[in-house]
């Protein structure tokens, strides 16, 4: 069965650093998505993007986040500077019914910022 | 921004009975829908009921909704210890995004 899958499954980064997160969307979706989630606590949204650029995003998706899909397969989230409070599990999830349905997600990129 | 809220935050229960979660939410939706999460795992989609809908089984799931309660429930019968995991209900509007609940942790005890 088709699946999201991201990379790292956990990365331990010094705050400031960059950090480029991965995924691997089901290659038929055409609406892609980053989450995340802070542990013990509810899941967030972070953007959506679509034909190649970002469709929404929140406010937690500030100038030090980017999202890019280089080469039509990977979908990736960079944090430019990280900090301690982007600690977190990073989801990606992808989409094919179009924006209304069912999401799926990646098994999460684990942060930990030192 | 609407919310949905998960109720009991946690939930202990014999294998073999029945686990009801509920779900409430503060804004009109297009569909409301149910994951699961293992521990430290990824998001699982278990089910979605739009707002036109009031009731939808799948497999030992049953899902409710109440557009004029805003409200939600999720029965999963007949538990199974591999039905622990904390569950999620999510809500999609108009805007198309999802917006979760804190989540029911539920433990089912062998």
């Known amino acids: 069965e088709p699946e999201v899958t991201q990379t790292p499954s956990h990365q331990v980064t010094q705050m400031g650093q960059e950090v480029i997160l991965r995924c691997v969307p089901i290659?038929?979706?055409?609406?892609f998505y980053w989450y995340r989630q802070i542990l013990g606590q509810k899941v967030e949204f972070l953007v959506s993007?679509?034909?190649?650029?970002?469709?929404?995003k929140s406010e937690i998706f500030d100038d030090q986040f980017s999202v890019e899909r280089p080469d039509g397969s990977n979908f990736t989230l960079k944090i430019r500077s990280t900090k301690l409070e982007d600690s977190a599990m990073y989801f990606c999830?992808?989409?094919?019914?179009?924006?209304?349905?069912?999401?799926?997600f990646g098994e999460g990129s684990r942060l930990t910022v030192l | 921004s609407q919310q949905g809220e998960e109720d009991p935050q946690a939930l202990s229960i014999q294998e073999g009975e029945n686990a009801t979660m509920n779900c409430s939410y503060k804004?009109?939706?297009?569909?409301l829908q149910w994951y699961r999460q293992n521990s430290g795992r990824g998001l699982v989609h278990l089910i979605l009921?739009?707002?036109n809908e009031r009731e939808k089984h799948s497999g030992r799931l049953r899902v409710t909704l109440d557009t004029s309660k805003k409200s939600s429930s999720l029965l999963i019968t007949a538990s199974r210890a591999a039905d622990t995991a904390s569950y999620f209900c999510?809500?999609?509007?108009?805007?198309?995004?999802?917006?979760w609940g804190a989540g029911t942790k539920l433990i089912i005890k062998p």
């Open positions: 999830a992808s989409s094919g019914s179009g924006r209304i349905g069912e999401l799926f």
């Open positions: 804004t009109s939706i297009n569909n």
């Open positions: 009921i739009r707002s």
């Open positions: 290659s038929n979706h055409l609406y």
């Open positions: 999510a809500t999609q509007d108009s805007n198309y995004q999802l917006i």
């Open positions: 993007f679509y034909n190649n650029e970002i469709s929404e």
